[in-house]
């Protein structure tokens, strides 16, 4: 079975700075996808951005970055110039690719509360 | 405008009083799943369909039951509530299985069960 861990549950950044979010995973596939999806306080999910694991260059969406380093399951995500917006839960997910009976199972961290300071 | 809907957002019930949650997406996705969030959790997934007519069972099914007789609805069904089923409940509906874009999420049901 997979892992997800969040080692911050909460953190904190001034706006227009750059802030980066921790996601460490166990899993013995080699072959798998990373997430980081948005919960404000809506409480909908929203994907932030994905990462395959058999691409070595990191995902990159506008102000949004991650640092994959997949020896060391590892899966960071870097916000760039903080904006109010970004006020939000954070959570790291993992799906594993395994063939049509796979189920798509998202495994999630246990999130990450972030807060922007004006 | 591409959505996944969820009826109710808030409900307040008790123990043993059957309940719908009712899921809908107008995107033509062919997968859907149900999760509940828990603090300190995250998500934790309780039924998938990946077609009309074809579901499983995820990491938490107990208490819990689905059906997919139309390829747009998908509720969850509570058959006898407990207080333990109290929790925040998401849809979620992707293209295919590998949800390479993501998985849409609905806006979530508060349920809580006294």
């Known amino acids: 079975a997979q892992t997800v861990t969040q080692s911050q549950p909460e953190m904190s950044v001034q706006e227009a700075e750059t802030v980066t979010l921790s996601c460490t995973y166990d899993?013995?596939?080699?072959?798998?996808?990373l997430f980081w999806y948005k919960q404000p306080p809506s409480r909908q999910m929203i994907l932030v951005i994905r990462?395959?694991?058999?691409?070595?260059q990191n995902a990159t969406e506008n102000r949004f970055s991650v640092n994959f380093q997949k020896a060391a399951k590892s899966f960071s995500l870097k916000i760039s110039d903080s904006q109010l917006g970004d006020t939000a839960m954070y959570f790291c997910a993992f799906m594993k690719l395994g063939g049509p009976n796979a189920g798509n199972m998202l495994t999630f961290g246990g999130g990450t509360r972030l807060m922007v300071k004006p | 405008e591409a959505q996944v809907t969820q009826n109710p957002r808030y409900l307040i019930t008790v123990t043993g009083k059957k309940l719908t949650v009712t899921c809908s997406q107008n995107?033509?996705?062919?997968?859907m799943s149900w999760y509940r969030q828990d603090p300190g959790l995250g998500l934790r997934q309780i039924y998938y369909?990946?077609?009309?007519?074809?579901?499983d069972k995820g990491d938490v099914p107990e208490g819990y039951k689905v059906s997919r007789k139309e390829k747009r609805n998908f509720p969850l069904i509570l058959e006898s509530p407990s207080p333990n089923q109290t929790s925040l409940y998401f849809c979620?509906?992707?293209?295919?299985?590998?949800?390479?874009?993501?998985?849409?999420f609905g806006p979530g049901t508060r349920l809580t069960v006294l």
């Open positions: 979620a509906s992707s293209l295919d299985i590998l949800a390479l874009g993501g998985q849409f």
């Open positions: 995107m033509n996705h062919e997968y």
């Open positions: 990462q395959e694991a058999y691409k070595q």
């Open positions: 369909s990946m077609n009309v007519e074809v579901t």
């Open positions: 899993t013995s596939e080699s072959n798998y996808y």
